[in-house]
Antibody, heavy 117, light 111 residues
Framework: EVQLVQSGAEVKKPGKSLKISCKGSGYSFSTYWIGWVRQMPGKGLEWMGIIYPGDSETRYSPSFQGQVTISADKSISTAYLQWSSLKASDTAVYYCARLDTRAYYYWGQGTLVTVSS | QSVLTQPPSASGTPGQRVTISCSGS????????VNWYQQLPGTAPKLLIYSNNQRPSGVPVRFSGSKSGTSASLAISGLQSEDETHYYC????????????FGTGTKVTVL
């Protein structure tokens, strides 16, 4: 069974760094692109970027380029989304999802990130 | 703001047919297939339709999709109470560094 399990909720202060994770299981992690999607409170879905764990090729939405870093460690079947300096506006639920035939079929459960002083 | 525009809301009575539109441009819907997602409150999105009109296994046949030019639509036939939630169209945009883009989202209400 394909599963994407994300790390737990985080509460951080502005200016702090953060790295959240998405662990895949039940399939060959290296051979499927993993994307990240943001959903701010009460708002819609925003695509942030994508990574191919096999060679760590990464692409970012222009809206998120330079704001976050997407990485992966194929040896432990885990993708990451990280911030070097959080802002209050980063408060959101973040989802990882596996790309299948140019659509996202399998999704993680979401990670709530709250940034507040 | 999103490059794919959806109506904020749509509604119907049980059993009715409801249609949700998704409007884009040549660089996204004009060139690429559309996918549709359903998101129930507090849960991750669920793929409802892919490649314009294909249903993943387990998706009820009352959900159907179509695309023409730079517009797409999702139809729910025989509306049911459990269909009351948010729906998003999505596709790839060749002008945005090959980004995936979501629509603005539509809340369907069952009256």
């Amino acid at each position: 069974e394909v599963q994407l399990v994300q790390s737990g909720a985080e509460v951080k202060k502005p200016g702090k760094s953060l790295k959240i994770s998405c662990k895949g299981s039940g399939y060959s992690f290296s051979t499927y692109w993993i994307g990240w999607v943001r959903q701010m409170p009460g708002k819609g879905l925003e695509w942030m970027g994508i990574i191919y764990p096999g060679d760590s090729e990464t692409r970012y939405s222009p809206s998120f380029q330079g704001q976050v870093t997407i990485s992966a460690d194929k040896s432990i079947s885990t993708a990451y989304l990280q911030w070097s300096s959080l802002k209050a506006s980063d408060t959101a639920v973040y989802y990882c999802a596996r790309l299948d035939t140019r659509a996202y079929y399998y999704w993680g459960q979401g990670t709530l990130v709250t940034v507040s002083s | 703001q999103s490059v794919l525009t959806q109506p904020p809301s749509a509604s119907g009575t049980p059993g009715q047919r409801v249609t949700i539109s998704c409007s884009g441009s040549r660089s996204n819907l004009g060139t690429n297939n559309v996918n549709w997602y359903q998101q129930l409150p507090g849960t991750a999105p669920k793929l409802l339709i892919y490649s314009n009109n294909q249903r993943p296994s387990g998706v009820p046949v009352r959900f159907s999709g179509s695309k023409s030019g730079t517009s797409a639509s999702l139809a729910i036939s025989g509306l049911q109470s459990e269909d009351e939630t948010h729906y998003y169209c999505a596709t790839w945009d060749d002008s945005l560094n090959g980004s995936y883009v979501f629509g603005t989202g539509t809340k369907v209400t069952v009256l």
